[in-house]
């Protein structure tokens, strides 16, 4: 299917634990971005990328890890899960505009 | 560093109109708009590109004030459908795509 997925959708977790959150694009786009969203901050970047290999942070950065070995792939990896990572993680391509993921809840516990 | 939106949330009868605002400190290369229905992802609008242009999308249209670094939307004769949280999200530099959101306006229609 064409399009941006994101795996798994909904994630629980324990404190310390390291959490990989998969997204997968078929368009081919060059950027790719990984935001945060939660109740009063809106979308929060963690992370962007403009091409196998080149990452860069975002707004958000520490706790979290990227790497992009492909053009469609770009995971998130939390390190060490913390209570404070309990949010709702968006992944996006950019077209003329961003494409979303359907999104992963992931709750830290 | 984030735009600021405003008002935060809006609550409007069907049938009214309402414009949303999106200023930022930087100078911009370029404006998105998006909404959010509950429970989904974002979706993509409209992108407005330095130069002052407006742009429509059936009755959702948008303008981009270069010189304030201000966008608006404007909603008119609001439908049912258009209930959800808009966000706009900026661009700074042309050619590097790093995209920054607002914290959105939360837009509800009421019978």
């Known amino acids: 299917d064409a399009g941006i997925t994101q795996s798994p959708r909904y994630k629980i977790t324990e404190t310390g634990r390291q959490v990989t959150l998969m997204c997968h694009q078929t368009?081919?786009?060059?950027?790719m971005f990984w935001y945060r969203q939660d109740l009063g901050h809106g979308l929060r970047l963690i992370y962007y990328s403009a091409a196998a290999d080149i990452t860069d942070k975002g707004e958000v950065p520490d706790g979290y890890v990227v790497s992009r070995s492909k053009t469609e792939n770009f995971p998130l990896t939390l390190e060490s899960a913390t209570r404070s990572q309990t949010s709702v993680y968006f992944c996006?391509?950019?077209?003329?505009?961003?494409?979303f993921g359907q999104g992963t809840r992931l709750t830290v516990v | 560093q984030q735009p600021v939106q405003s008002p935060q949330a809006v609550i409007l009868r069907e049938g009214e109109d309402a414009v949303i605002n999106c200023s930022s400190s930087k100078a911009l290369y370029s404006v998105h708009w998006y909404r959010q229905k509950h429970g989904e992802a974002p979706v993509f609008l409209m992108i407005?590109?330095?130069?002052?242009e407006q742009k429509g999308h059936e009755k959702i249209s948008a303008s981009f004030n270069e010189k304030k670094q201000q966008s608006s939307l404007y909603l008119t004769a609001s439908q049912l459908s258009y209930s959800g949280t808009y966000f706009c999200?900026?661009?700074?530099?042309?050619?590097?795509?790093?995209?920054?959101f607002g914290t959105g306006t939360r837009l509800t229609i009421i019978p």
């Open positions: 996006a391509s950019r077209g003329s505009g961003a494409f």
């Open positions: 999200g900026t661009e700074i530099d042309f050619g590097n795509e790093k995209l920054t």
């Open positions: 368009w081919s786009h060059s950027y």
């Open positions: 407005l590109l330095k130069g002052g």
